[in-house]
């Protein structure tokens, strides 16, 4: 029976060595598989490093472009209505106070012609500031800065000179008074 016993123990020892080979081949290639899935997701991050890399590029050039484009894009349409609407609403204001300050009652027309006055040199100060020859050239980029520089834009801001009677104005004046100069 020892050698039945003997026999046996070693089948089990042979069986339980073959099991523990194959097991050792299946860690093997286990490994082996593990090790390729490893450089793929290596090289995939890597790929994916590069990509992000050259978004980011993409996108600072992209950024760039949108601040050059918004440098030379001009005002739209709604804004110029806007600057336009504070500048007639001021001149109003401001050809007022002209009256007021010179005590006098205008006619409707004087009133126009002074309103017309204070309208120049509203645009003539905005085109000054912001470095163009034409209102609508503003660059949109600097739309509500325009607005914001009229609506401070005060009466004392004008001269003297600026706000005189002009030639047309006198001679309306005189015309409304029936003292037409000739000449």
Excluded: C, W
Excluded at 114 to 131: E, H, P, T, V
């Amino acid at each position: 029976m020892s050698k039945k016993k003997d026999k046996r123990k070693e089948t089990l020892l042979a069986e339980t060595v073959e099991m523990q080979k194959k097991q050792a081949m299946n860690l093997v290639a286990q490994s082996t598989v593990n090790q390729q899935l490893l450089e793929e997701v290596i090289g995939i991050k890597e790929e994916m490093d590069r990509n992000v890399k050259k978004t980011n590029q993409k996108l600072t050039d992209i950024e760039l472009l949108v601040e050059e484009v918004n440098k030379k894009v001009h005002i739209d349409d709604g804004e110029a209505s806007k600057i336009k609407s504070v500048v007639f609403s001021k001149a109003g204001v401001f050809a007022d106070m002209y009256f007021n300050e010179q005590k006098t009652h205008p006619s409707d027309n004087l009133f126009a012609l002074k309103k017309g006055q204070f309208i120049r040199l509203m645009y003539s100060r905005l085109k000054k500031a912001f470095n163009v020859t034409k209102y609508t050239n503003i660059k949109h980029v600097d739309a509500k800065n325009a607005v914001k520089f009229l609506e401070n834009l005060s009466y004392d801001d004008f001269t003297k000179f600026e706000i005189r009677e002009t030639p047309k104005q006198k001679e309306l004046i005189a015309l409304e008074n029936g003292l037409k100069e000739i000449g």
